[in-house]
């Protein structure tokens, strides 16, 4: 099974609500990437310490970002899962960011049954501390990897879904283009 392009996230709830394929489990200092063509997770890099993921981390199924990658979200949950875990998910906002003048946003989302964030529908009701632990993580790591990173800013869950449906429309246009002209 293919966890980008065969899992499906469906209206009536997508893109309110989405399922995570979580590559990076919060607290890790690796960074676990899901190779969609090999349908396999690869150790991609190590941090450095003292940085680690802040939640954890993955892509949003049949969702294609505006850089052409998997469209990438971060889910807010107390303890760390595994990689390859799926998790039904309640976006609250987004973090804008420009990766070598590459749009790079990351959804913030919220597991659906999680008692301890049954009360986070938007990003205003996140702690500023963690927002600025989150925007310390990208910038430091993307300088880790030589990346020009500009943290553009957070938006709430209005553009958060937004920018899903728009990426969950990418994906499918370019399946479409790909089974036109019968591409794997």
């Not at 919060?26 to 940085?51: A, G």
């Not at 807010?76 to 875990?85: K, M």
């Not at 790591?141 to 969950?168: C, D, F, H, L, P």
């Amino acid at each position: 099974m293919n966890l980008w392009n065969d899992i499906k996230n469906q209206p009536p709830y997508a893109p309110k609500v989405v399922y995570a394929v979580i590559e990076t489990p919060k607290s890790s200092m690796n960074r676990y990437k899901y190779k969609t063509p090999k349908e396999t997770f690869c150790l991609d890099r190590v941090l450095y310490s003292p940085f680690h993921y802040p939640a954890d981390y993955g892509i949003i199924p049949q969702a294609l970002g505006d850089n052409g990658n998997p469209m990438n979200i971060m889910v807010l949950i107390d303890q760390p899962t595994f990689s390859s875990c799926l998790i039904k998910t309640r976006p609250i906002g987004v973090i804008k960011m420009r990766d070598d003048d590459e749009k790079d946003d990351k959804v913030i989302g919220v597991p659906v049954n999680d008692p301890y964030s049954e009360e986070t529908h938007d990003i205003k009701d996140l702690p500023s501390s963690l927002l600025d632990e989150i925007t310390h993580f990208f910038r430091e790591y993307k300088k880790m990897q030589n990346i020009n990173t500009e943290i553009v800013g957070w938006e709430n869950k209005k553009e958060a879904i937004r920018i899903i449906k728009r990426s969950m429309d990418r994906y499918n246009e370019m399946m479409t283009i790909k089974s036109l002209f019968l591409l794997d």
